[in-house]
């Protein structure tokens, strides 16, 4: 019996590639292929700082621009809906409800648990950014001008959240990467960090400290704010204007040598 189990296994080995054995892309996410590219962004914003006439200082936590180079991972397609987090978490704590809209107003460690409860994580900082450009060096996937059709920003929301999804997805299958609400990840945030990025699969600051990252802008954001480099510590306490959602990771099977 053992004989006729071990020729089966030869048999189907022989026949069958070792891609028939790799995993399945999981419901609901879109396949990063490995790669690297250029973090960051040569250009120079002011963020704004504490009253509206006067600004911040530049957005230096954006630079210098730094290579960056990926294993391959999944993404979800979509930020996290309000209907798919009821029915994992059993509450809603988001300000405008919607079973389609985005769930909000999470901090950093519901986001965690809910990825982790449905088998996935966060993604990183550098995998975020990395979805986000679609292999571009622009300010967006698709150039260097915001563009109405693939974003929710203050120029076309209506100053209201809209459901996931209805504008055009990236070149990579991937909605809402800009604007609809601000997405968290996983990495501590590091004002300085990419100055000390590694490159190979870059993780944020090592040590802890006091915010988590959250990247992507929201549609309450004016367009400067809604960008692939964008990127703030998150709070997202009631004090706060951020409208902070979540979209989740999940490890890709690396390749055999």
């Not at 250029?38 to 936590?61: A, H, I, S």
């Not at 400067?224 to 009631?238: C, H, K, M, Q, S």
Request: glycine share 8%; net charge negative; aromatic share 14%.
């Amino acid at each position: 019996m053992k004989n006729m189990i071990l020729c089966f296994l030869v048999l189907w080995s022989a026949f069958f590639p070792a891609q028939a054995f790799a995993q399945k892309t999981p419901e609901g996410m879109v396949l990063i292929k490995p790669g690297c590219f250029k973090m960051g962004t040569k250009k120079v914003y002011d963020y704004l700082g504490g009253t509206p006439d006067k600004p911040d200082r530049p957005n230096d936590r954006e630079r210098p621009v730094h290579k960056v180079c990926l294993d391959a991972y999944y993404l979800d397609t979509h930020e996290v809906t309000q209907g798919k987090w009821e029915k994992v978490m059993r509450y809603n704590n988001s300000v405008l409800k919607g079973v389609d809209i985005a769930v909000n107003q999470l901090n950093w460690s519901e986001a965690r648990e809910f990825c982790t409860r449905q088998g996935h994580r966060l993604p990183t900082e550098a995998e975020w950014e990395f979805a986000a450009r679609t292999g571009k060096n622009t300010e967006y996937p698709w150039g260097d001008e915001i563009e109405a059709d693939y974003v929710w920003f203050i120029g076309n929301s209506g100053h209201t959240h809209h459901p996931v999804g209805t504008l055009k997805p990236n070149a990579w299958g991937l909605y809402d990467m800009l604007g609809g609400v601000w997405e968290w990840v996983e990495d501590w945030y590091g004002e300085f960090y990419y100055k000390d990025s590694s490159v190979k699969n870059p993780k944020g600051p090592s040590h802890l400290l006091s915010w988590h990252v959250i990247r992507g802008g929201s549609w309450i954001d004016e367009r400067e704010f809604v960008r692939t480099t964008i990127r703030y510590p998150g709070l997202a306490d009631n004090t706060e204007d951020f409208w902070v959602g979540v979209r989740c990771a999940h490890d890709a099977p690396k390749k055999s040598n």
